[in-house]
């Protein structure tokens, strides 16, 4: 997914605070918890966030994770491929990752089978290697 250069430049003032809630988190959020977050900043309903996160999803800032309903900040400013999201079931730690050799098989299998993937979200559940060295001592 490749962004514009002025996606961050060309914000709304909730998208930015929204960005900024997202990027300062050590963890993904969902839309109520960003609410409480932004309600001093003049956030009253939830429709505000969930617009904001649209609109960041577009311009390829931000990435919803499917399986925790929440969204976190994109790690990169720039990106041809589908990220690939670690995420930790013990401490919810999580982390993006890119593999080509990954996005292109998955690119193939569309292909194959005639399907039009309108996005793909690649989710990994497990335990990070902190939480690992925490169960195995």
């Not at 930015?16 to 001093?40: H, K, T």
């Not at 999580?94 to 998955?106: K, M, R, S, Y």
Request: glycine share 6%.
């Amino acid at each position: 997914m490749k962004k514009d250069n002025s996606a961050k430049q060309s914000l709304t003032k909730n998208q930015s605070l929204v960005l900024q809630a997202l990027a300062e988190a050590d963890q993904p959020l969902g839309a109520y918890e960003l609410l409480n977050r932004l309600q001093p900043s003049g956030f009253k309903a939830p429709l505000q966030v969930y617009r904001a996160l649209d609109q960041l999803v577009e311009k390829g800032l931000v990435h919803r994770l499917e399986s925790l309903n929440a969204w976190t900040a994109c790690c990169e400013d720039q990106h041809s491929y589908t990220p690939v999201f670690a995420i930790c079931d013990d401490c919810g730690n999580v982390t993006e990752h890119f593999d080509e050799q990954l996005a292109g098989n998955i690119e193939k299998v569309t292909k194959r089978s005639g399907f039009t993937p309108d996005r793909s979200i690649i989710e990994i559940h497990g335990q990070c290697d902190d939480c690992g060295t925490i169960t195995q001592s």
